[in-house]
């Protein structure tokens, strides 16, 4: 008899304690990502801070913002105002299979909802659900017509 209870008690915490699969975890991202654009939307320069990673490279122009106090400084500019300057939200999210790393990237819109540029991230999972980014580089999409 209790050979049978302890063997319930493995079965059960091993499915509940199994490490999420990558449709969890794309979602996890995903999730983050949103909560982060939020942040933007909300004007809150505190909460943008919180999803940095204390190494997080940010590409701004032709110079790379190195450590989260650096990309926390430039990006102060964008939350001044009352009015966000531009929003972003994910609609491609990879994350390896070892989840540690995961790439998100979407569009870019400006105050009247035109895409400008696409955001390409990269997140890295510092505890079980938290994800924190590390990179983020934004490229303009072209307006031409061909």
């Not at 110079?63 to 009352?82: M, T």
Request: charged share 25%.
């Amino acid at each position: 008899m209790q050979n049978t209870v302890l063997l319930a008690l493995v079965l059960a915490c091993s499915s509940a304690c199994a490490a999420p699969g990558n449709a969890e975890l794309k979602q996890q991202v995903a999730d983050t990502e949103r909560a982060f654009a939020a942040t933007m939307a909300k004007r809150d320069h505190q909460a943008f801070i919180s999803f940095l990673a204390d190494e997080a490279i940010f590409y701004s122009g032709p110079k790379a913002l190195r450590g989260k106090d650096s990309v926390a400084a430039e990006w102060k500019a964008y939350y001044e105002k009352p009015d966000a300057p531009f929003s972003w939200e994910p609609d491609s999210v990879e994350v390896l299979d070892s989840g540690t790393l995961a790439h998100s990237s979407g569009p870019v819109r400006d105050p009247q909802g035109k895409v400008v540029s696409r955001f390409n991230s990269v997140w890295r999972q510092e505890a079980p659900g938290k994800w924190r980014i590390v990179f983020d580089k934004g490229e303009r999409v072209c307006d031409c017509k061909k």
